[in-house]
């Protein structure tokens, strides 16, 4: 598990961190402005089914809706294949507006690369590293104490995952953005895979409690938004108490 600040990642924005920690309508806008430019629409019916056409433009219009309530988790794609080149406008125009020397393909592509290099060395012996290509900004801030539900989202090896924090206070520094993690092994476990094949998420029925002593509660601060970390290696849950309004998930 290793983290990273937005001024580190970004050493010719220097400010960066600053901003993103002090400014909610800064963190907002770029939550916004990425969703509107990973929105992918599903693909249309045949032409020739008219009430198909229909319920497709209802169907349509309600995830439209549900991609720009920044109270609701939203999924895209950051990566479909190595020949396509994603544009993100709304994202570029955010920058400009908070005069942020930034595109938006830049941040995005820095930031994923993150999943190839933060554990190299770890993974060299992995011909073909894992690679989804999805994103998700996932709106959870709960109002009281939360049990853990802990799982992987992947069962696949060498799978590596970023996040990145939007707090929902500004200047928050503590351990209730990042997801909460364990590397407790319990002697029996139940576990459900949610689809079929290793690229699909393991939620685990922890028959043992899991110690205090056992969950680690990754800091988020200023210089410290981005948390980097092998999803084969550790069980994570949302944290036991919430202080955020998403954080992204990048595989």
Same mark, same amino acid.
């Given at each position: 598990m290793k983290s990273y600040g937005l001024s580190e990642i970004f050493p010719t924005v220097p400010n960066l961190s600053? /901003?993103?920690s002090s400014n909610s309508s800064f963190r907002s806008s770029v939550r916004l402005a990425t969703r509107k430019s990973l929105f992918h629409p599903p693909p249309p019916p045949p032409p020739s089914s008219l009430e198909k056409a229909k319920n497709y433009k209802k169907k349509l219009n309600f995830l439209r809706q549900i991609q720009v309530d920044l109270s609701s988790t939203a999924n895209g794609r950051w990566h479909v294949n190595p020949t396509e080149s994603l544009s993100y406008p709304h994202l570029d125009s955010a920058f400009a507006k908070y005069s942020i020397r930034l595109t938006g393909s830049e941040f995005i592509s820095t930031l994923t690369s993150l999943t190839r290099t933060a554990f190299e060395s770890e993974l060299k012996h /992995?011909?073909?590293?894992?690679?989804?290509?999805s994103w998700l900004d996932i709106s959870t801030n709960y109002d009281g104490p939360l049990e853990y539900g802990w799982h992987r989202d992947s069962?696949?090896?060498g799978q590596v995952t970023l996040m990145l924090g939007f707090p929902s206070s500004s200047s928050y520094s503590g351990h209730s953005v990042f997801s909460h993690f364990t590397t407790h092994s319990p002697t029996t476990l139940k576990t459900t895979s949610e689809g079929e094949g290793h690229d699909s998420p393991l939620i685990v029925d922890m028959e043992e409690n899991?110690?205090?002593r056992e969950v680690i509660k990754p800091f988020y601060g200023e210089g410290c938004e981005v948390l980097v970390y092998r999803d084969d290696k550790l069980l994570h849950s949302a944290p036991d108490s919430t202080n955020r309004d998403g954080v992204w998930r990048f595989m």
């Amino acid at each position: 598990m290793k983290s990273y600040g937005l001024s580190e990642i970004f050493p010719t924005v220097p400010n960066l961190s600053s /901003i993103w920690s002090s400014n909610s309508s800064f963190r907002s806008s770029v939550r916004l402005a990425t969703r509107k430019s990973l929105f992918h629409p599903p693909p249309p019916p045949p032409p020739s089914s008219l009430e198909k056409a229909k319920n497709y433009k209802k169907k349509l219009n309600f995830l439209r809706q549900i991609q720009v309530d920044l109270s609701s988790t939203a999924n895209g794609r950051w990566h479909v294949n190595p020949t396509e080149s994603l544009s993100y406008p709304h994202l570029d125009s955010a920058f400009a507006k908070y005069s942020i020397r930034l595109t938006g393909s830049e941040f995005i592509s820095t930031l994923t690369s993150l999943t190839r290099t933060a554990f190299e060395s770890e993974l060299k012996h /992995i011909e073909d590293q894992p690679l989804r290509g999805s994103w998700l900004d996932i709106s959870t801030n709960y109002d009281g104490p939360l049990e853990y539900g802990w799982h992987r989202d992947s069962q696949l090896e060498g799978q590596v995952t970023l996040m990145l924090g939007f707090p929902s206070s500004s200047s928050y520094s503590g351990h209730s953005v990042f997801s909460h993690f364990t590397t407790h092994s319990p002697t029996t476990l139940k576990t459900t895979s949610e689809g079929e094949g290793h690229d699909s998420p393991l939620i685990v029925d922890m028959e043992e409690n899991v110690k205090i002593r056992e969950v680690i509660k990754p800091f988020y601060g200023e210089g410290c938004e981005v948390l980097v970390y092998r999803d084969d290696k550790l069980l994570h849950s949302a944290p036991d108490s919430t202080n955020r309004d998403g954080v992204w998930r990048f595989m």
